[in-house]
Nanobody, 120 residues
Framework: QVQLVESGGGLVQAGGSLRLSCAAS????????MGWYRQAPGKQRELVAT???????NYLDSVKGRFTISRDNAKKTVYMQMNSLKCEDTAIYYC??????????????WGQGTQVTVSS
C-alpha cells in the first residue's frame, strides 16, 4: 500500500506564495508521474501540473509562469511552488502519483488534499 501525505496549504493574500509538498511512502518499486490537481467548490477536479520521473513538466495554462512543479526522487516527494496567487486559485489541492508495485503493476494513488485559500 502507498500513502501520499500533502502539506503546505493555507490562507494567503492575493499576490502571495505557498509551497505544497507531497511525500510518498510504502512498499513499491518506483514512482512514475506525479502531479497536482485541484477542485474548487462546485467545479470539477482539474489537472494543475505534472512531472515525469525524468523531470518533464506540464502545466494548466492559467498557472504557467506562476507555478513550478518539481520532485526529489530520493525523497519520493513532489513539490509545487505557487507564486502570484490569485483568488481563483482557491481550491483543495490533491497530489496524485502513478506507482509501480513490486510486481511491476501500475496503480494511481491520491493524497487526502490540502486547502489553499487566496483572499483579496
Amino acid at each position: 500500500q502507498v500513502q501520499l501525505v500533502e502539506s503546505g496549504g493555507g490562507l494567503v493574500q492575493a499576490g502571495g506564495s505557498l509551497r505544497l509538498s507531497c511525500a510518498a511512502s510504502g512498499n513499491f518499486f518506483s514512482i512514475n508521474d506525479m502531479g497536482w490537481y485541484r477542485q474548487a467548490p462546485g467545479k470539477q477536479r482539474e489537472l494543475v501540473a505534472t512531472v515525469t520521473s525524468g523531470g518533464s513538466t506540464n502545466y494548466l495554462d492559467s498557472v504557467k509562469g506562476r507555478f513550478t512543479i518539481s520532485r526529489d526522487n530520493a525523497k519520493k516527494t513532489v513539490y509545487m511552488q505557487m507564486n502570484s496567487l490569485k483568488c481563483e486559485d482557491t481550491a483543495i489541492y490533491y497530489c496524485k502519483a502513478k506507482v509501480r508495485d513490486v510486481s511491476f503493476r501500475l496503480y494511481e494513488y491520491w493524497g487526502q488534499g490540502t486547502q489553499v485559500t487566496v483572499s483579496s
